[in-house]
């Protein structure tokens, strides 16, 4: 989501895609989004859409790791 807010306000600063990416590649290095997304969320802008969050979308939800889940799958290995 940082990286998407990043990638706004470089648009709105008439940055180009390539432009934006090279900033992105210089803060977070190897856990810089990929060129290809970058132009993607631009596409995104240019369209009007302003929103930086995901759109919902169908299709397996999200898991989550908690230590709780992590206790329970330790002992559900541990009774097998």
């Known amino acids: 989501m940082e990286q998407r807010v990043n990638i706004k306000f470089c648009f709105k600063l008439g940055k180009t895609a390539m432009e934006t990416h090279e900033m992105l590649v210089k803060v977070y290095g190897v856990d ?3 060129k290809k997304c970058v132009f993607e969320w631009f596409k995104h802008f240019r369209d009007g859409k302003e929103d930086v969050k995901d759109e919902p979308r169908s299709g ?4 989550r ?6 206790e329970r799958v330790r002992r559900m290995l541990a009774d097998d």
């Open 32 to 34: 810089a989004v990929s």
């Open 60 to 63: 397996r939800p999200p898991t």
């Open 65 to 70: 790791t908690t230590p709780d889940n992590i």
